[in-house]
T-cell receptor
Framework: AQTVTQSQPEMSVQEAETVTLSCTYD???????LFWYKQPPSRQMILVIR??????QNATENRFSVNFQKAAKSFSLKISDSQLGDTAMYFC??????????FGAGTTVTVRA | DADVTQTPRNRITKTGKRIMLECSQT?????MYWYRQDPGLGLRLIYY???????NKGEISDGYSVSRQAQAKFSLSLESAIPNQTALYFC??????????????FGPGTRLTVT
């Protein structure tokens, strides 16, 4: 299985501030996909953002953006203008062309009012 | 209505009992997956199926079996439940081709407790 490492078990951020979650992965593949999933207290898994490894441009979805460093095998998530509804666990995930996801252990993000 | 549904949402069972978790989807996707989530471990793949006649073991299939009854239905069974199978179980689906093949849609999860 691919190894996905999230080194920050928990993070706290003030409302309207910015927080960055780190993720590193280990692979010998050249073509793959990276994802960030959000799991709020409702426990539903929600896809936040996706990055194709062959694309150099970093993906952006509204307040969520990634910093994809292919050579360093790093895939961080930046949440800008944090909102209370962003409070959740965030999972980094990796997929080769076999369509199977490998997840990191998750980072719990708490947004303070 | 939800595109991917799981039943039951919560279940408490005793060691040694057989239990089945069910997943249904209305997305028309061919691929279906079962994951379990444990604290500190993220989600791990148990089984997956790319069409009705295709069943594959994932990372942690021991103690589990699956059945793909139709394109829309994929069930996970624990033949003889044990306490370390206490976890949150997720079903997911994805499309067969195109960019949708790389995006998985998750059900709401089943919280299983084995006492």
């Amino acid at each position: 299985a691919q190894t996905v490492t999230q080194s920050q078990p928990e993070m706290s951020v003030q409302e309207a501030e910015t927080v960055t979650l780190s993720c590193t992965y280990d692979t010998s593949e050249n073509n793959y996909y990276l994802f960030w999933y959000k799991q709020p207290p409702s426990r539903q898994m929600i896809l936040v953002i996706r990055q194709e490894a062959y694309k150099q441009q970093n993906a952006t979805e509204n307040r969520f953006s990634v910093n994809f460093q292919k050579a360093a095998k790093s895939f961080s998530l930046k949440i800008s203008d944090s909102q209370l509804g962003d409070t959740a666990m965030y999972f980094c995930a990796f997929m080769k062309e076999d369509y199977k996801l490998s997840f990191g252990a998750g980072t719990t993000v708490t947004v303070r009012a | 209505d939800a595109d991917v549904t799981q039943t039951p949402r919560n279940r408490i069972t005793k060691t040694g009992k057989r239990i089945m978790l069910e997943c249904s989807q209305t997305k028309g996707h061919d691929r279906m997956y079962w994951y379990r989530q444990d604290p500190g471990l993220g989600l791990r793949l148990i089984y997956y199926s790319f069409d009705v006649k295709d069943i594959n073991k994932g990372e942690i299939s021991d103690g589990y079996s699956v059945s793909r009854q139709a394109q829309a239905k994929f069930s996970l069974s624990l033949e003889s439940a044990i306490p370390n199978q206490t976890a949150l179980y997720f079903c997911a689906t994805s499309d067969l081709t195109g960019t949708g093949a790389y995006e998985q849609y998750f059900g709401p999860g089943t919280r299983l407790t084995v006492t």
